[in-house]
């Protein structure tokens, strides 16, 4: 029987400690370990400030199954997934940070589960948040009790990108080819049988987290509004409400004022009224809005991600 394939892709994004470390654990813990599979690794190198490019090709000069694609910019971790899913040569398709806080060692686990024809795709989450700021976790926690209450697509709390995929997943997964991409959704989306793996957190290897909070905010955004149009409906119940509410105190207003003359007093009031309607009204407008510009992005059909260099 022909020797089977798996590729693994690693984003990275200013990663220069990092990926040594962990070009050596997936050689000694994976590659060694499962002599009857043939290895293709893709580094993405998502436009890095500092010397992982020289660090990956370094790398692939020693190493033919090292595969690499630089971007021109830094474009996010999911252009970087997407790239290199369209680049992935593999049977099997596997996707882990360079930070080994997605032990390496799965993989083998993985593959074995694979085997069994049972399941398309393993994936994991993690269960613990062990070593991340406490006000991180509760925002995280927050966010998957809220996307999973208004989105049809199941979210798994804790789940990483890191998983191992049969290839037609990933065929289904690059079909998928929108601008703005939230993989944790897309993965769901596809369908497929998936078996999930769990595991306890671990602290990254070398170098910082890319995150900050805001850009997490912004993040979770990008998984409610590309998972669930909720929000409109909620910004057309909240205002439908309060058309009823207002129709309500205009008859109460106008009987009042017939039974006792002069009853509608207080500007300060009135103020605050305009003030927490003219709020609510914007706020609807502002979802609207997101979801505008989310069409308008996409309407663009703008590449997810542009290679400056690859071997
Ligand atoms: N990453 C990337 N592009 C980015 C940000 C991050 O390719 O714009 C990569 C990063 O190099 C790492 C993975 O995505 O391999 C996860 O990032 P990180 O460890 O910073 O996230 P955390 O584990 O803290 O959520
Ligand atoms: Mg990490």
């Given at each position: 029987m022909e020797k089977q394939k798996i590729s693994i892709i690693i984003p990275c994004y200013s990663e220069e400690e990092a990926i040594p470390i962990c070009y050596n654990a997936l050689i000694k813990e994976v590659i060694l370990r499962l002599s009857e599979v043939n290895f293709e690794i893709i580094f993405i190198d998502?436009?890095?400030?500092?010397?992982t490019l020289k660090v990956i090709k370094n790398l692939s000069e020693k190493d033919s199954r090292i595969k690499y694609l630089s971007f021109s910019?830094?474009?996010g971790k999911e252009a970087a997934i997407y790239a290199g899913l369209n680049h992935a040569t593999g049977d099997y398709v596997a996707i882990m940070d360079v930070?080994?806080?997605?032990?390496?060692?799965?993989l083998i686990l993985m593959y074995e589960t694979l085997l069994t024809d049972e399941y398309d795709c393993v994936a994991t989450r993690r269960t613990t948040r062990q070593g991340e700021p406490f006000i991180r976790s509760f925002f995280a926690k927050a966010f998957y009790r809220f996307i999973n209450k208004i989105s049809q697509t199941d979210i798994v709390e804790?789940?990483?990108?890191f998983r191992l995929m049969k290839r037609p997943m990933v065929e289904a997964i690059l079909k998928v080819g929108e601008y703005n991409r939230f993989s944790k959704g897309i993965f769901e989306w596809v369908g497929f049988n998936t078996k999930w793996i769990e595991f306890e957190n671990v602290e990254r290897v070398a170098g910082i987290t890319k995150w900050s909070f805001w850009e997490l905010f912004l993040y979770s955004l990008e998984g409610i509004i590309s998972f669930s149009t909720a929000p409109l409906a909620i910004a057309s119940v909240t205002g439908f409400i309060f058309f009823v509410l207002s129709f309500l105190a205009i008859v109460v207003i106008i009987i009042r004022e017939m039974m006792w003359?002069?009853?509608?007093?207080?500007w300060p009031s009135l103020v605050c009224i305009i003030f927490f309607i003219g709020g609510i009204q914007l706020f609807c407008i502002g979802i609207l809005g997101q979801y505008m510009a989310r069409t308008y992005l996409e309407t663009?059909?703008?590449?997810?991600y542009i290679v400056k260099e690859h071997n």
């Open positions: 998502d436009g890095s400030k500092d010397e910019r830094n474009f930070d080994l806080q997605d032990p390496p060692e799965l804790g789940a990483r990108d003359h002069g009853s509608a007093f207080g663009k059909k703008r590449p997810i």
